[in-house]
Every structure is written in structure tokens, then in C-alpha cells.
């Protein structure tokens, strides 16, 4: 059996949505639970499907979890085994790398099987590895594991990261949070959920400063005790839904929103002709206007516009007067989506890390596969504008990052339905 995203184009989206917590937040939270050795009980977690292989992880590592609430998680790491988590859990996702840092910081070694998730090219793992040598341990790989050990216990140092990776950043503030002495991490990554990560581990104990600057500073602490804390709204499930409004032509209340942390997608919004008003309960009205103009985008690290957003764009750029492109500086394989939105009309050239749009102002259902989560929401978007029906499959991937989207679209006023189809090789043998 598989599921399959159906919509029926051309309504405008009005009303309020609520959004979830933040995926990318959760995930290295709920790692760092790990480091604890104690309970935490963590609020605000989304419902999708890479939360909950993060907890079958804990889980099956012998850490206590369970649902207090549908979105707050209780997760004791007392007795958690180090080295035991499943290989077919671990290639799920590629947030399953920050198992290397609370490992090693927890036990003073790791043994990981290689992270999986969507595939944007080349994802190398060198600045984590870097950052982990700096603090004593050795790295070694050995039948499809990555394994740290160490001599003697971790001790603080000067890292240096190439290029600000967030992956990296995290890790080495999990693998430093217990080690002897003063860590600083330069060029670190700046994003929201740096700082929610630093935020939580403070809460229980740790001395982090400088989270949200280029310049993180870690002190070792002896241990850390338990706390109750609740994850960031996510900035990019926010987003979407602002692009979406913008798209659709219609008007949506956003709630539970960090305004400051969509300022580049609110700014490139606006520079299109698009109405956002910012309200005082953290809180977003966008709201669409007759024509959107053309726009050039290039994706940048946190504080610049974020690559997780540039495919949602895209759509509502088939939709605007006008040439427009998007030049991707992070991730090399982001525009597999462009062949999809050309089986709905659109007109696009692609020229290796750039893209440039031709605005038609209309795009066609049509059938379609989402090749990543991003751009799979890129095409729920397509098919609330487009004219006719349009189906969607491969949608597992949508679900790893977008907590019950169909049903927050569907109260909105979008005609969007999932549909389950049955195996062919099992009708077949009914036959």
C-alpha cells in the first residue's frame, strides 16, 4: 500500500493555521537528551515521521519515552546503552548523526551507523570529524559504521569550521558539553535552532554562550540534570504557509510564529508585492494581492534567505509577472523538483546552481513525485494554484517534516484529500 497527496487546485487558503514545533530543533534536543542522565520532558514536538524514529532510536537504546500530551514527550536517558542503535532506524534520517556527539560526549566513545535522509549531493562529514579530533577522539569507519574512541577523557579546544555547518556545529557542542575545560567553536552556524539547542542544554546544567554568533564558547560541566522545555515554532513550516497564501491568492492568520526568524522569507514576500503584517502574539497576516512581481533569490546560512525554503518558492515564481531566479549556495542537488513543476507548465532553465523561472501565471495539474521533503511541499503549493487535479506521490517525504499538513491545508479551505493505493503485486495475486 501507498498514499498518495490529492488536490484539487484553484481555492484560496483564509483563515489561521497553527504551526508545530520545529523539526530541526526537536531532533538535536531530543539527542542531547542523551548527555542528561536524567528525564526531560520536552514540549512543542511535531508530529512527523523523523520525530518518531528518533524516539524508536531512544527507545531501542534503552532510554523510558512516551507521550505526556500529542506534542509533549517524556524521554529518560538513565540507563540508555551507548553503540546500540539500530542501522535501519539510523539511515532514516540524516539528523541521526548527532548520535556521534551526545555519544561520544555521554560515554567517551560512539559507534553510528551512516545517517541517511534526502539526497541534495554531496554531505560530507569532514567538519564533524575535524571538530571531534580537536577534542581527543579518532575516528575510524568500519563496515558501514563511524566509530569515535578516545584514550583519555575529551578536553576543550580551539575548532575552526571551514564552512558554518549546522550538522557540525551541533555535534561539537554535544561532544564538548561535558569535556574538560573551555571549547570554542568558530564560524559556527548561527540558526534558530543553534540557539534552541544551547538553550536547552543550559536549562539542564551546561554553559554554552555565544549561540547565534559565528563564535560559540563552551565550558565543560561535570554532569547535567533534567528540565522541562518547550521546542521553537518552526520557521519553515511557517513559511510555507506563507508562500502558500501568497500563491493561492488568499489570506491566512499564521500563529505561533518567531517573526524575526522569517524576516528573509517575509522580505522577499514583500519585495513580490505580498502583504505581511506582523501582530503582537507572535502572529503573521499575509495576505496576497492581485499580481506578484519577479524576484531573485539566493539561498545563504542563518541570518541569509535558507535553503529549506527555496523550492516553495519556486511555484509561486511560475505564478509571477516576469523572470526570476534562484541560486542555491548551499546544497548542489536542491532542483530535482524543476522537472516536476515542468510536467505542471512550468517554464524553467536550469544552469547548474541556478534557476530561472518564466513567469506564465498558471500552472496545470498534473501527476507527480516529490524527490525530497522540500520540494514535495514545493508541490503541494504547485497544486493548491494549479488549475485541475493534481496527485502526488512519494509523499513519505513530506510527512518526515510537516506535521499533519493535509489536515491544516484542509482547514484552510484547500480541496486536498490523501489517498491510499493499493499495491499492484497484491492485486495482482487477488486476481
Request: charged share 20%; glycine share 10%; with cysteine.
Amino acid at each position: 500500500m501507498s498514499t498518495k497527496i490529492v488536490i484539487q487546485g484553484g481555492f484560496p487558503l483564509r483563515g489561521e493555521v497553527f504551526v508545530s514545533g520545529m523539526k530541526n530543533a526537536a531532533l538535536p534536543i531530543l539527542f542531547a537528551s542523551i548527555l542528561v542522565k536524567d528525564v526531560c520532558i520536552l514540549e512543542n514536538i511535531p508530529n512527523v515521521s523523523d520525530i518518531t524514529a528518533t524516539l524508536e532510536i531512544l527507545h531501542s537504546m534503552g532510554a523510558s519515552v512516551c507521550y505526556k500530551t500529542p506534542t509533549t514527550v517524556r524521554v529518560d536517558t538513565t540507563h540508555l546503552r551507548g553503540g546500540s542503535a539500530p542501522a535501519e532506524l539510523v539511515k532514516k534520517m540524516r539528523g541521526s548523526t548527532y548520535l556521534l556527539g551526545a555519544e561520544l560526549g555521554r560515554f567517551g566513545k560512539a559507534s553510528v551507523g551512516w545517517p541517511g535522509g534526502c539526497d541534495f549531493g554531496s554531505r560530507p562529514l569532514d567538519q564533524h570529524m575535524k571538530g571531534f579530533e580537536a577534542l581527543g577522539a579518532t575516528v575510524t569507519t568500519d563496515s558501514g559504521q563511524i566509530c569515535l574512541t578516545t584514550d583519555k577523557p575529551l578536553v576543550g579546544s580551539s575548532v575552526y569550521f571551514d564552512v558554518a555547518s549546522v550538522g557540525a556545529t551541533v555535534n561539537i557542542i554535544l561532544a564538548s558539553v561535558l569535556a574538560e575545560g573551555l571549547t570554542v567553536i568558530d564560524n559556527a552556524a548561527r540558526e534558530p535552532h543553534i540557539v534552541d539547542l544551547a538553550n536547552f542544554l543550559n536549562s539542564c546544567g551546561a554553559n554554552i554562550t555565544g549561540a547565534g554568533t559565528p563564535v560559540i564558547k563552551v565550558r565543560g560541566v561535570k554532569e547535567l540534570h533534567g528540565c522541562t522545555y518547550a521546542i521553537i515554532p518552526d520557521m519553515i513550516e511557517a513559511g510555507t504557509f506563507m508562500v502558500a497564501a501568497a500563491a493561492t491568492g488568499g489570506c491566512v492568520r499564521i500563529r505561533n510564529v518567531i517573526p524575526k526568524h522569517v524576516e528573509s522569507i517575509t522580505a522577499k514576500l514583500c519585495e513580490m508585492g505580498v502583504l505581511v503584517e506582523e501582530e503582537p502574539d507572535e502572529s503573521l497576516i499575509v495576505t496576497a494581492q492581485p499580481e506578484c512581481k519577479n524576484v531573485n533569490i539566493k539561498t545563504l546560512p542563518y541570518p541569509g534567505f535558507p535553503t529549506d525554503m527555496h523550492p516553495q518558492f519556486a511555484p509561486l515564481l511560475c505564478l509571477a509577472g516576469g523572470v526570476s531566479c534562484i541560486q542555491e549556495g548551499i546544497w548542489e542537488h536542491r532542483f530535482r523538483y524543476v522537472d516536476e513543476l515542468r510536467k505542471m507548465g512550468a517554464t524553467v532553465m536550469l544552469d547548474s546552481r541556478t534557476a530561472t523561472f518564466v513567469g506564465s501565471g498558471k500552472l496545470n495539474g498534473a501527476p507527480v513525485d516529490a524527490t525530497d521533503l522540500r520540494a514535495g511541499a514545493a508541490l503541494v503549493i504547485a497544486g493548491l494554484a494549479a488549475d485541475g487535479i493534481t496527485e502526488i506521490s512519494n509523499v513519505d517525504y513530506i510527512y518526515r517534516g510537516y506535521d499533519n499538513i493535509v489536515e491544516k491545508l484542509s482547514k484552510l479551505g484547500a480541496k486536498i484529500s490523501e489517498v491510499t493505493i493499493p499495491d499492484p503485486e497484491l492485486i495482482q495475486k487477488a486476481n
